[in-house]
């Protein structure tokens, strides 16, 4: 129970009333001079009483007298979320009402829910929103990350009843419906997220099926596996195509995106491995015209484009499942300026020679802090894997350039013989911070110097130029 004293300190009468969304029951206490001698207190909506401090409060009394309680005005728990670890959550349906599979990671940031369910990256898993309170900007179309929804499912604590925003043309309920995806609130996502965090991610199925039992459950999450799993061909376009949008002006915060006005356009061949398109429109702001590919496009075939540049996308899942994609960057490798981005940079990392591994839990979230080790520079960064580039196995000649200040992990590296710079993260920020755009920058400058014949240079000198000129 829990106790709170409403107005000011005066000897009182307790009620008891049961909150909704199946909250622990709350006792109020009234002020002496709000109860009434021999009047029942019966169940109604409970006038507006005022207190001392003049604040209006609205309560709902509940009767006080033994008599039964009135059916709940709110909907009970109609789903439920099953862990392998043999957990059970039970909670509200929202979105699709059938029965999905997925592995749960949980994410940090406080903003930007659309556009992390629209990254594919996310393919294959369950999303758990530590900010507590999801929906209550709805959806719009223009801050989608893909054509659609790539997580297999939302876990929150609370579905916004109220959407607020002037360019929202749909709640978070009727999206996910659209996009068959399921969707679970009113669990407590504190308490899963304490548990990843010990047990590491963990597969787990969201249903409102009542047929099955718990244990059948437990057994079809158990059963399943993600790793190993090829997620990257079938979202992956199919055919070659030309981007061309940028980020729209009254969005655009970078001084060098203004600086390159008059430049000569870079041409970058995008391999697609799960691309967000804030990717895309940052390289497009960049000046750059932009060649998308598919993840198993051949490396003869990007040649013949003659790009100036060559460009590694995010995407979801296990880097070693996609042995194709490595053995199209090693045959890249060293012809043009090559820059990779989370899956991009895992697959850099074994084209390099060196092996990857699965992290405990990931990194997911705009909140993670990045050290740029020749400079010290601390970036707050955007993140969103479950791999990493096992450092002590990288050949000599690649200098690892940025480290995870989480948990020291590799976060960023560059060959600077084979013209190529990687980076575990994402600079585009959507959602997160800027304070790694200047990546981008950095990809420009080494493609200009290799056009100018001055061939590459180390991470070192790059980073010191720009973090002098931000300083």
Same mark, same amino acid.
């Given at each position: 129970?829990?106790?709170?004293?409403?107005?000011?300190?005066?000897?009182?009468?307790?009620?008891?009333?049961?909150?909704a969304h199946?909250?622990?029951?709350?006792?109020?206490? &009234?002020?002496?001079?709000?109860?009434r001698?021999?009047?029942? &207190?019966?169940?109604?909506?409970?006038?507006?009483?005022?207190?001392?401090?003049?604040?209006?409060?609205?309560?709902?009394v509940?009767?006080?007298?033994?008599?039964?309680?009135p059916?709940?005005?709110?909907?009970?728990?109609d789903?439920?979320?099953?862990?392998?670890? =043999?957990?059970?959550?039970?909670?509200?349906?929202?979105?699709?009402?059938?029965?999905?599979?997925?592995?749960?990671?949980?994410?940090?940031?406080i903003?930007?829910?659309?556009?992390?369910?629209?990254?594919?990256?996310?393919r294959?898993?369950?999303?758990?929103?530590?900010h507590?309170?999801?929906g209550?900007? %709805?959806i719009?179309?223009?801050?989608?990350e893909?054509?659609?929804?790539?997580?297999?499912?939302?876990?929150?604590?609370?579905?916004?009843?109220v959407v607020?925003?002037?360019?929202?043309?749909?709640?978070?309920?009727?999206?996910?419906?659209?996009?068959?995806?399921?969707?679970?609130?009113?669990?407590?996502?504190?308490?899963?997220?304490?548990?990843?965090?010990?047990?590491?991610?963990?597969?787990?199925?969201?249903?409102?099926?009542?047929?099955?039992s718990?244990?059948?459950?437990?057994?079809?999450?158990?059963?399943?596996?993600?790793v190993?799993?090829?997620?990257?061909?079938?979202?992956s376009?199919k055919?070659?195509?030309?981007?061309?949008?940028?980020?729209?002006?009254e969005w655009?915060f970078?001084?060098?995106?203004?600086?390159?006005n008059?430049?000569e356009?870079l041409?970058?061949?995008?391999?697609?491995?799960g691309?967000?398109?804030?990717i895309?429109?940052?390289?497009?702001?960049?000046?750059?015209?932009?060649?998308?590919v598919?993840?198993?496009?051949?490396?003869?075939?990007?040649?013949?484009?003659?790009?100036d540049?060559i460009?590694?996308?995010? =995407?979801? %899942?296990?880097?070693?499942?996609?042995?194709?994609?490595?053995e199209?960057?090693q045959?890249?490798?060293?012809?043009?300026?090559?820059?990779?981005?989370?899956?991009?940079?895992?697959?850099?990392?074994?084209?390099?020679?060196?092996?990857?591994?699965?992290?405990?839990?990931?990194h997911?979230?705009?909140?993670?802090?990045?050290?740029?080790?020749?400079?010290?520079?601390?970036?707050?960064?955007?993140?969103?894997?479950?791999?990493?580039?096992?450092?002590?196995?990288l050949?000599?000649?690649?200098?690892?350039t940025h480290i995870?200040?989480?948990d020291?992990?590799?976060? =960023?590296?560059?060959y600077a013989?084979?013209r190529?710079?990687?980076?575990?993260?994402?600079p585009?920020?959507?959602?997160?911070?800027?304070?790694?755009?200047?990546?981008?920058?950095?990809?420009?400058?080494?493609?200009?110097?290799?056009?100018q014949?001055?061939g590459?240079y180390?991470s070192?000198e790059?980073?010191?130029?720009?973090? %002098?000129?931000?300083?």
């Amino acid at each position: 129970m829990l106790h709170a004293s409403i107005g000011p300190s005066h000897p009182a009468q307790s009620v008891t009333s049961d909150k909704a969304h199946q909250l622990p029951s709350c006792t109020f206490s &009234l002020p002496k001079s709000q109860q009434r001698k021999g009047t029942q &207190l019966r169940t109604r909506q409970a006038s507006r009483w005022r207190a001392q401090a003049g604040r209006s409060r609205l309560a709902t009394v509940i009767r006080a007298e033994s008599q039964s309680s009135p059916a709940a005005p709110w909907v009970k728990a109609d789903a439920r979320l099953v862990l392998a670890d =043999g957990s059970v959550w039970r909670g509200r349906a929202f979105g699709a009402t059938d029965t999905e599979i997925g592995e749960v990671v949980f994410n940090t940031s406080i903003t930007g829910y659309e556009e992390i369910m629209t990254d594919p990256s996310y393919r294959g898993q369950f999303v758990v929103f530590t900010h507590p309170h999801i929906g209550n900007v %709805g959806i719009n179309i223009e801050d989608a990350e893909s054509k659609q929804v790539h997580l297999n499912g939302v876990i929150i604590r609370d579905l916004s009843s109220v959407v607020s925003n002037y360019r929202s043309k749909l709640s978070l309920d009727e999206y996910l419906k659209k996009q068959n995806v399921r969707g679970i609130a009113n669990v407590d996502t504190r308490a899963i997220t304490r548990r990843l965090r010990e047990a590491g991610n963990l597969n787990g199925v969201i249903t409102s099926d009542t047929s099955k039992s718990d244990e059948e459950l437990i057994a079809i999450a158990k059963g399943w596996n993600i790793v190993g799993q090829d997620l990257i061909t079938d979202i992956s376009i199919k055919e070659p195509y030309e981007w061309k949008d940028s980020t729209v002006e009254e969005w655009e915060f970078s001084e060098a995106v203004k600086g390159q006005n008059g430049t000569e356009p870079l041409h970058i061949v995008a391999f697609d491995f799960g691309c967000k398109n804030n990717i895309l429109r940052r390289l497009a702001s960049f000046g750059c015209k932009v060649t998308v590919v598919p993840s198993n496009y051949p490396a003869s075939k990007v040649m013949d484009l003659n790009p100036d540049g060559i460009f590694l996308s995010n =995407g979801p %899942g296990d880097p070693s499942a996609v042995p194709y994609a490595v053995e199209t960057v090693q045959e890249l490798l060293g012809q043009k300026p090559m820059f990779g981005i989370c899956m991009g940079h895992q697959l850099l990392g074994q084209a390099f020679g060196g092996k990857t591994f699965k992290l405990k839990f990931g990194h997911h979230g705009g909140n993670h802090p990045v050290r740029h080790n020749a400079s010290g520079r601390i970036e707050i960064s955007a993140q969103n894997h479950n791999y990493a580039v096992d450092p002590q196995t990288l050949p000599e000649g690649v200098e690892v350039t940025h480290i995870n200040l989480n948990d020291g992990t590799c976060a =960023g590296m560059v060959y600077a013989e084979k013209r190529a710079m990687a980076i575990q993260y994402h600079p585009e920020a959507s959602p997160g911070p800027h304070d790694s755009d200047v990546c981008f920058e950095q990809f420009m400058d080494m493609i200009r110097k290799e056009k100018q014949g001055k061939g590459g240079y180390t991470s070192s000198e790059t980073a010191a130029e720009h973090v %002098g000129a931000k300083a």
